[in-house]
């Protein structure tokens, strides 16, 4: 028993000399599992971040770059551009389409919203 006694006024003596040392040890401990905690996986989120961005933007000119060879290609080129992945992941290009001027394109697309629209616009649509 006395043994026991010793051992906790030597524990107590020990932590009231070093209470400096056991205080810049215990904001250690909480840095630590602050980083651990909040820090690192944050990080790998914005590291996922900057990969999807990073990938859109090669996507972005590899659309460039097939409006480039289809302009080589055909005089009716209009424009080009990209669905980003979460609206389909999809490039495309529109041509200016003369098949459309005349057309009654209400009458003539009336079940086809999305040929209608084109019609209107006097365009088509090609996905890569």
Do not use: H
Not at 38 to 67: G, M, S, V
């Amino acid at each position: 028993m006395r043994g026991m006694k010793q051992y906790f006024k030597f524990i107590g003596e020990s932590i009231v000399k070093n209470w400096f040392r056991l205080s810049i040890l215990a904001l250690f401990g909480i840095l630590v599992i602050y980083l651990i905690g909040f820090y690192f996986p944050e990080t790998k989120k914005l590291n996922e971040q900057q990969r999807l961005r990073e990938y859109i933007a090669k996507r972005k000119l590899d659309c460039y770059n097939i409006e480039q060879q289809e302009r080589k290609i055909y005089n009716n080129v209009d424009s080009s551009g990209y669905l980003e992945p979460s609206l389909g992941d999809v490039c495309f290009v529109r041509y200016t389409i003369k098949k459309y001027i005349g057309v009654n394109c209400e009458e003539k697309y009336k079940n086809n919203e999305a040929e209608k629209l084109n019609c209107e616009a006097r365009v088509s649509i090609k996905e890569f």
